[in-house]
C-alpha cells in the first residue's frame, strides 16, 4: 500500500501537477556572471544573457574567519534592464584571494521598476575568510505585469495513464476512482491534479 501511494503521489507531481515557473536562470545557456573585486560592482543576468540586476557593496572590510565569520553585509541592488519586475531574487557568493568560495547569502526584493535600486542584507551569510573578488547570481526574475492584463484559461490534454502494480496494468484517468484488491481488502484511488 506504501508503495502504491508513493507511486501517486510521484506520478502526480512529475506528469499531473503543473505550476508556471518563472526561473531567471536556465541550466542549458547560464551566462557566466564574472567574479569582480569588492570596489567593482557584480552584475546577474537573466536568461538571455541579459544583465538584469548589478549590486555594489555598502560593506567593504570584510575580513572573516572560521571562528569570527562576518554575517551581515549590505549591499546595492539596481534594475539594470528595462523590464519591471514583481520580485527578484538571487544569490550573493564571496571569494578569497585563490578563488574559493568562501560565503555565501540570499536577497530579494518585491516590484522593482527599471533603473530602481534598494538596500538590502544578505540573511544566512557566513563569511569566513579574507573577500578578494565576490558575484551576483539572479536566481528570480518575475515580471511585473501591466494592469488589466488577462491570461488565456488553462487546457488540459487527454492523456491516458496507465498504473503497473507487480507486473498488473491498470489503467486511470483523472477524477474516476481505480478499484484495486491489495491482499483481502479492496482499495479506491483517485487521482487529481493539484490545487
Known amino acids: 500500500m506504501k508503495k502504491l501511494a508513493a507511486f501517486v503521489v510521484v506520478l502526480c507531481s512529475a506528469v499531473l501537477c503543473s505550476a508556471g515557473i518563472v526561473n531567471a536562470q536556465d541550466s542549458t545557456a547560464e551566462p557566466a556572471e564574472k567574479r569582480v573585486p569588492l570596489s567593482e560592482a557584480a552584475v546577474a543576468f537573466d536568461a538571455a544573457g541579459v ?9 567593504t572590510p570584510l575580513s572573516g574567519a572560521p571562528d569570527a565569520p562576518v554575517t551581515n ?18 544569490l550573493v557568493t564571496f571569494y578569497d ?20 535600486s534598494f538596500e538590502t542584507d544578505a540573511p ?22 501591466p494592469p488589466n492584463t488577462t491570461f488565456a484559461p488553462l487546457t488540459r490534454s487527454v492523456s491516458n495513464f496507465v498504473i503497473v502494480i507487480d507486473g498488473e496494468s491498470h489503467p486511470i484517468q483523472l477524477d474516476k476512482p481505480l478499484v484495486l484488491t491489495l491482499g483481502e481488502q479492496r482499495r479506491t484511488v483517485v487521482v487529481r491534479t493539484a490545487p
Do not use: H, M, Q
Open 51 to 59: 544583465p538584469a540586476l548589478e549590486a555594489t557593496l555598502r560593506t
Open 73 to 90: 553585509v549590505r549591499l546595492i541592488v539596481k534594475n539594470a534592464s528595462s523590464a519591471a519586475y514583481a520580485f527578484v531574487s538571487g
Open 97 to 116: 584571494a585563490l578563488g574559493v568560495r568562501c560565503g555565501e547569502g540570499v536577497f530579494k526584493a518585491d516590484v522593482l521598476a527599471p533603473n530602481e
Open 124 to 145: 544566512g551569510l557566513r563569511i569566513r575568510c579574507e573577500v578578494a573578488s565576490w558575484r551576483i547570481v539572479a536566481t528570480n526574475l518575475l515580471p511585473r505585469l
